[in-house]
C-alpha cells in the first residue's frame, strides 16, 4: 500500500472575493498543482493500486474566516459549517480533485486534525467535508498504520493546544464551543490586523529570527507588534472562554514557544520509545520539511506546507514555495515500511522530484 501525507494547506475562503478584491489571509494559491496531484494518483498504474492519503492537519484555516466580516472567537459547530462551505466555494477545484480520488478504486481518506482546523472534531463540519468529499473519509487526531504514528504535531506547544477533556467548553446559551488556546486566539483578533501591515508575517519561518529582523530592519513595526501582542496577552488571560491561559506555569511556556523555534524530532524520539512496534512518526505543524533517521532503522518526517516561505529578507518580499509531500510504501501484512521518500510535486509533464529517499533494511 501507498501511504501520501500532505498537511499545511491552510485553504482560506479563496484568493478573491466575490467583489474582485484580493483575499489577504488566503495561504493556499495551488489549487491548478493539487488538481493534477490528484489525477497523477489515481490514473494511469495508480489507478487500481491501493492509496491511503493522509491530510496531516490544518489543510483549512477554520480559524480565520470571517462570516458576515466578523472574525469570531465563539466557534461552534454551526459557525464551523459555515466556514467550511465559505472555503468549498473560494476552492471548487480542490474539493472536486478529492472527491475524484476518493471515487477512484481502492482509495482511501484520513483527515488529522490540527490547531487551525479545530473545528473539524465537529460531527455536523465533519459530514459536510463527507458530503463536499466521499462518505468514506475518516477523521481523528492521530493516526496509527502498521508503525507509522501519524500527528499535525501542535500538542506539543502549551500556545497552541488545550487540555484533551477541555477541547470543548460550554459557549452562550449552553452550546458546545472550542476552547482555543492562546495562539488560535492571537490568529482570529489580531493576526488580521497585523497582516494588513505585513501579509506574509505568519508565514515567515522560523518566527523568532523574523522578531530579531524586525528589531533592527522594521524597526517601528517590532514595537507596534511587541505592543499589540503584549497588551493581548494580558487581555486574553481575562476571557472568560479562556480558561487554560490562566495559569501562570502555561504562560511561561508560551512566552518561550513565541521565542524560541520547537525541535519535534525530540518529540519523535519519545513518540518511538513509548511503543516498540513504531517504526516512523510523521508529523506537520512546523512548516519545515525534515526527517531524521534513528538507531535501529526507525524515522521522523515532517511533510512541509504547500504555502509560500517568505526569506528573512522579508522587506523584499522573497519567498520559495516547494510543494512537499510524503510518499510511503508500506508492507500491510507484516507492518514494515518498505521504502518512504519526500517528494517535490512539480506538475503533470514532470511530475515530482525526489528530495529524500529511504529504504527498509
Request: glycine fraction near 6%; proline fraction near 4%; hydrophobic fraction near 40%.
Amino acid at each position: 500500500m501507498l501511504i501520501l501525507v500532505i498537511s499545511d494547506f491552510h485553504l482560506g475562503r479563496g484568493k478573491f472575493f466575490k467583489n474582485g478584491q484580493a483575499n489577504i489571509l488566503e495561504d493556499f494559491h495551488e489549487d491548478d498543482r493539487f488538481v493534477e496531484f490528484m489525477e497523477h494518483y489515481c490514473s494511469g498504474k495508480y489507478y487500481n493500486a491501493p492509496i491511503h492519503l493522509v491530510m496531516n492537519g490544518d489543510l483549512l484555516n477554520l480559524i480565520q474566516i470571517d462570516l458576515d466580516g466578523v472574525f469570531t472567537h465563539i466557534i461552534d459547530e454551526e459557525v464551523t459549517v459555515r466556514a467550511l462551505h465559505s472555503i468549498r466555494e473560494g476552492h471548487q477545484a480542490f474539493f472536486e480533485a478529492v472527491k475524484h480520488f476518493a471515487n477512484t478504486p481502492n482509495k482511501k481518506i484520513s483527515y488529522v486534525i490540527g490547531n487551525h482546523d479545530a473545528g473539524m472534531a465537529f460531527l455536523k463540519a465533519q459530514e459536510s467535508f463527507r458530503e463536499m468529499t466521499h462518505p468514506s473519509v475518516t477523521f481523528c487526531f492521530e493516526l496509527n498504520l502498521g508503525g507509522i504514528h501519524i500527528e499535525h504535531g501542535h500538542r506539543f506547544e502549551a500556545i497552541n493546544t488545550v487540555p484533551t477533556q477541555k477541547y470543548f467548553i460550554p459557549g452562550p446559551r449552553g452550546k458546545p464551543i472550542l476552547n482555543l488556546p492562546w495562539g488560535s486566539l492571537f490568529c482570529i483578533s489580531l493576526l488580521p490586523i497585523l497582516k494588513k501591515e505585513r501579509p506574509y508575517i505568519d508565514r515567515v519561518r522560523p518566527m523568532n529570527m523574523y522578531v530579531k529582523w524586525c528589531l533592527v530592519n522594521d524597526f517601528f513595526f517590532f514595537w507596534r507588534m511587541a505592543w499589540v501582542m503584549a497588551r493581548y496577552f494580558i487581555e486574553s488571560n481575562f476571557d472568560v472562554y479562556v480558561k487554560q491561559n490562566r495559569n501562570f506555569k502555561t504562560n511561561l511556556k508560551m512566552l518561550k514557544q513565541v521565542t524560541i523555534y520547537p525541535r519535534y524530532e525530540r518529540k519523535a524520539k519519545s513518540i518511538l520509545k513509548k511503543s516498540r512496534e513504531t517504526h516512523t512518526v510523521i508529523m506537520g505543524h512546523t512548516h519545515l520539511v525534515e526527517w531524521r533517521r534513528f538507531p535501529e532503522g526507525k524515522y521522523y518526517f515532517n511533510s512541509g506546507t504547500w504555502n509560500s516561505i517568505p526569506s528573512m529578507d522579508a522587506g523584499m518580499h522573497a519567498h520559495t514555495t516547494s510543494l512537499t509531500y510524503l510518499l510511503i510504501e508500506l508492507d500491510v501484512k507484516e507492518s514494515k515500511m518498505k521504502a518512504a521518500s519526500i517528494q517535490v510535486w512539480q506538475g503533470r509533464w514532470r511530475p515530482f522530484r525526489e528530495e529524500v529517499s529511504t529504504t527498509a533494511l
